[in-house]
């Protein structure tokens, strides 16, 4: 079970000021998947759309990132044939990189490596998108390595190994939460006595603060949230969905969360007075918010058959609606803020939908693309009356295997008019403009 590897956040300052033609981290400028270019084709020329280039690279489950005229994605490379089942851990050896692409031709421009023991399960490679700042990229691999790299020329200006600086190991299915940039820190889920969450200098990579404990990291990135007249760092961790002061660490309120085997995976969904989290095990958590401090409790929790439980796909809320795949592989929408199940539809995946059915979801202007662990791009439109398909064109093959089936789960980047997305063999730049 892989999950949130490209599994957002809403709200929070991290490059605001992005271009609109940029896809500076995961889920776009805004972290909300929100493709706000223009001039974006509407349906497929025949024969599919012109691919412009093809870089091959290895195994991953990371996106690219894509701003000031690069394309940086990371991969994992490894001479060990070892089969690892789900839920199993086994150790074996290899090499992560980092690669810095031109965004015009594809061209390798630069490439950190590093040797890296991986034991967790899923291994093919990292799963965390890299983040893009100024002329700083950041990347997180799957065993806790942490890196800032110049942009430009790939020198390392630090790096940190946090497993071993903060005395914790990497969940099962490694590490996945992305790291989040917030003025001039960058705030990571970590793991570790006191450490869940930990906020570093930017640009020096020393520690401002660190803050809660959990039974493990879990999987879900770090999200900020405007409410009560204050900014608030929002935790989900296995045990706990927790609010902490983002300058500080300091904690404002936290309330109870089971999650099954750890996989706390979605950023949580903000609507109004409200917050919703679900995942793995038909989990669901409607949190209200008061308005007057920063606290919560639970409005409704674990209702079956109730609203979405989402593996490894991040939902998208439009108005009172959110999209999403459920972790039964269906395409639903929820109506917000009761949960109530407006529609379900098997149809972007297969009649019969798989478990943990993975279709990616990005809003342009009034439709919406998915791209499928099959690598099919469809553009759609997605309303509370249903789901209506405008067109659909196979992309990239799935290079990965998840539950005897042929999969490809890594979240495409869309900037410049154009896709960029990756198997475990290549990254291919697909032009998309009218």
């Given at each position: 079970m892989k999950f949130a590897f490209g599994v957002v956040i809403l709200g929070t300052v991290t490059s605001a000021t992005a271009l609109a033609d940029s896809w500076p981290h995961w889920m776009g400028p805004q972290r909300d998947n929100v493709w706000r270019e223009e001039g974006i084709l509407d349906k497929f020329p025949e024969g599919g759309p012109t691919v412009l280039w093809r870089t091959k690279i290895d195994g991953g489950y990371s996106g690219p990132a894509v701003d000031q005229g690069k394309v940086v994605i990371t991969d994992y490379v490894t001479a060990d044939n070892v089969k690892v089942a789900n839920f199993e851990r086994k150790e074996f050896t290899g090499v992560e990189r980092i690669h810095c692409l031109d965004e015009q031709t594809g061209k390798i421009q630069w490439t950190h490596e590093y040797p890296v023991k991986y034991a967790i399960s899923y291994p093919s490679?990292?799963?965390?998108?890299?983040?893009?700042?100024?002329?700083?990229?950041?990347?997180?691999?799957?065993?806790?390595?942490?890196?800032?790299?110049?942009?430009?020329?790939?020198?390392?200006?630090?790096?940190?190994?946090?497993?071993?600086?903060?005395?914790?190991?990497?969940?099962?299915?490694?590490?996945?939460?992305?790291?989040?940039?917030?003025?001039?820190?960058?705030?990571?889920?970590?793991?570790?006595?006191?450490t869940h969450a930990v906020a570093f200098d930017k640009k020096t990579g020393k520690e401002l603060w660190r803050s809660l404990t959990a039974p493990e990291q879990g999987y879900s990135p770090p999200t900020i949230i405007d409410y009560a007249g204050v900014r608030q760092l929002i935790l989900p961790r296995p045990d706990a969905i927790s609010s902490v002061n983002p300058d500080t660490g300091e904690e404002y309120w936290s309330v109870p969360y089971e999650a099954s085997n750890g996989s706390i995976i979605m950023s949580p969904i903000h609507f109004g007075e409200y917050l919703y989290i679900g995942?793995?095990?038909?989990?669901?958590?409607?949190?209200?918010?008061?308005?007057?401090?920063?606290?919560?409790?639970?409005?409704?929790?674990?209702?079956?058959?109730?609203?979405?439980?989402?593996?490894?796909?991040?939902?998208?809320?439009?108005?009172?609606?959110?999209?999403?795949?459920?972790?039964?592989?269906?395409?639903?929408?929820?109506?917000?803020p009761s949960g109530d199940r407006l529609w379900q539809t098997s149809e972007p995946l297969a009649d019969r939908p798989p478990g943990s059915g993975t279709a990616f979801i990005v809003r342009q202007a009034d439709r919406y693309w998915l791209?499928?662990?099959?690598?099919?791009?469809?553009?759609?439109?997605?309303?509370?009356?249903?789901?209506?398909?405008?067109?659909?064109?196979?992309?990239?093959?799935?290079?990965?295997?998840?539950?005897?089936?042929?999969?490809?789960?890594?979240?495409?980047?869309?900037?410049?008019q154009r896709a960029y997305i990756r198997n475990d063999n290549e990254i291919i730049c697909v032009q998309l403009a009218q």
């Open positions: 490679g990292p799963r965390c998108t890299p983040v893009i700042e100024e002329n700083l990229v950041f990347t997180l691999g799957a065993e806790g390595n942490l890196f800032c790299f110049n942009l430009t020329n790939g020198e390392v200006v630090w790096s940190k190994d946090l497993k071993t600086e903060y005395n914790t190991k990497a969940a099962l299915w490694g590490y996945a939460a992305h790291p989040l940039i917030d003025g001039n820190k960058l705030i990571c889920t970590v793991g570790g006595e006191g995942g793995y095990s038909n989990k669901n958590l409607m949190l209200k918010l008061d308005s007057q401090k920063p606290s919560a409790e639970a409005m409704w929790q674990d209702e079956a058959k109730h609203a979405i439980s989402p593996v490894n796909v991040q939902p998208i809320r439009d108005g009172n609606t959110m999209y999403g795949f459920d972790q039964n592989g269906a395409l639903m929408a929820i109506d917000l791209f499928t662990e099959n690598g099919d791009l469809i553009i759609c439109k997605l309303s509370r009356e249903g789901y209506q398909e405008l067109d659909r064109t196979h992309v990239i093959e799935p290079s990965n295997v998840a539950f005897g089936r042929d999969v490809v789960w890594s979240m495409p980047a869309f900037a410049n």
